[in-house]
């Protein structure tokens, strides 16, 4: 049965920073591409991050670039997200998801965790 994980959430001033984590098991983690996406109140899920299997590539939304970071642990089956420079308008359940394809699009990934409520907070 896989399992997607994340922690890391939490209240934070705008500026501040926090560092997601998304520990995967069930899956063989390696042979999946890895993507954070994130649900605010009244919104639909939106694409946020996401990292090739081998963490070589990364591929960011343009709301978050320069200041979201994705990165992966093949060794520990294990996802980041390290946000930065927080804005009120990052405030969203964030979670993360698996697929076998290589896509940032939200339907076709197939795992997905159980999500993790960041503030923001101006």
């Known amino acids: 049965q896989v399992q997607l994980v994340e922690s890391g959430g939490g209240s934070v001033q705008a500026g501040g920073s926090l560092r997601l984590s998304c520990a995967a098991s069930?899956?063989?983690?390696?042979?999946?591409?890895m993507g954070w996406f994130r649900q605010a109140p009244g919104k639909e899920r939106e694409f946020v991050a996401a990292i090739s299997r081998s963490g070589v590539s990364t591929f960011y939304a343009d709301s978050v670039k320069g200041r979201f970071t994705i990165s992966r642990d093949n060794a520990k089956n294990t996802v980041y997200l390290q946000m930065n420079s927080l804005k009120a308008e990052d405030t969203a359940v964030y979670y993360c998801?698996?697929?076998?394809?290589?896509?940032?699009?939200?339907?076709?990934?197939?795992?997905w965790g159980q999500g993790t409520q960041v503030t923001v907070s101006s």
């Open positions: 069930g899956l063989t983690f390696s042979s999946y591409f």
């Open positions: 998801a698996a697929t076998a394809r290589t896509t940032i699009r939200v339907n076709d990934y197939a795992f």
